[in-house]
């Protein structure tokens, strides 16, 4: 299905981003990893790239369209958080957030798309249940994912014409760390009895990048083991 179809993941170097880059690597596929960290995985090649900025992602899909021809699939995984007081924040930390993660979905996305003339065409940008549900003081965080929800369905209407899907996933609680961490209650609390791992959004990518998944386009996923279904009152 993805033997030698080339797919860029951006935020490749660690957590979700290393998970997908990976399980796209194990399917054959010529994966690119786009980061300003170094991307150190078998089978996946990287490239320095600040997503948030025009130039130098312009660059970097010409370089990718230029070596390798068409470009297949792109996830926009790329993003940061910082979550403190909403009385705290300051420009530039608004900016660093927005940019990272939700100006760097529409740049790649258009460049990218460019690019994408032959079978799978897919872009799948991840969103956060953050989008539609909130804790005090997220507001940057919020802004960003609750803005990539709405660009992906945009997108997916401005790309139809190109035969592109767009869609999103809108991880709930993904543990990128040791599990150890992690206590019975925390499980417990998800209808699924367990925390989210990154291989969980991974199988999702490799899902909805599909082409025989060809019929869902602008759509949001969300993999959060049923938390933004859970009615929960204090008692």
Avoid at 13 to 33: K, L
Avoid at 52 to 64: C, L, P, S
Wanted: glycine share 8%; aromatic share 8%; with cysteine.
């Amino acid at each position: 299905m993805f033997t030698n179809k080339t797919i860029v993941v951006t935020g490749a170097s660690q957590g979700i981003g290393r998970s997908i880059a990976t399980h796209f690597a194990a399917e054959n596929a010529r994966v690119i990893g786009l980061d300003i960290q170094p991307v150190e995985l078998e089978n996946v090649e990287y490239r320095k790239c600040d997503v948030g900025d025009f130039t130098e992602v312009m660059a970097v899909f010409k370089k990718i369209h230029e070596d390798y021809g068409a470009i297949h699939a792109l996830i926009n995984n790329a993003g940061i958080s910082t979550f403190k007081s909403i009385w705290e924040v300051d420009e530039q930390e608004w900016d660093q957030v927005l940019d990272t993660n939700l100006k760097s979905v529409f740049i790649c996305s258009r460049e990218a798309a460019r690019y994408m003339k032959d079978d799978i065409r897919s872009i799948i940008n991840m969103a956060s249940t953050r989008a539609f549900m909130s804790e005090p003081n997220t507001e940057t965080y919020s802004a960003s994912k609750g803005g990539i929800f709405a660009l992906t369905h945009s997108l997916a209407a401005t790309f139809s014409e190109q035969g592109i899907r767009v869609n999103s996933i809108a991880p709930g609680w993904i543990h990128t760390g040791d599990t150890a961490e992690l206590r019975d209650v925390d499980h417990k609390q998800h209808w699924s009895g367990r925390v989210g791992n990154p291989d969980d959004i991974a199988r999702a990518c490799l899902f909805l990048s599909n082409p025989q998944n060809s019929f869902i386009t602008g759509e949001c996923l969300n993999i959060d083991g049923g938390m933004t279904r859970k009615m929960i009152y204090e008692h």
